[in-house]
């Protein structure tokens, strides 16, 4: 999940040089941290938080077939 996150935070953003993507795994739930630079916040979240919805549904559906829980939290 993290390559997959990383892939989609670095197409949106000005700066993908700055997107650093970590991964904790306890059990069976993932939380994926996404960091970008501050001038690429909104890029990341959206308006009315629209893209990061679209990427925490990408990720939820690729994460299916794994039978585990992935959350992304945006830092």
Do not use: C, F, Y
Not at 25 to 49: C, F, N, P, W, Y
Not at 50 to 55: D, L, V
């Amino acid at each position: 999940m993290k390559e997959l996150v990383e892939v989609i935070a670095k197409a949106l953003v000005e700066n993908p040089d700055e997107v650093v993507v970590t991964e904790k795994e306890e059990g069976r739930h993932i939380t994926v941290e996404l960091h970008v630079a501050a001038s690429d916040m909104g890029k990341v979240i959206g308006k009315q938080g629209r893209i990061a919805k679209a990427i925490r549904s990408v990720v939820k559906a690729a994460s299916s077939k794994g039978n585990k829980r992935v959350d992304v939290e945006i830092v």
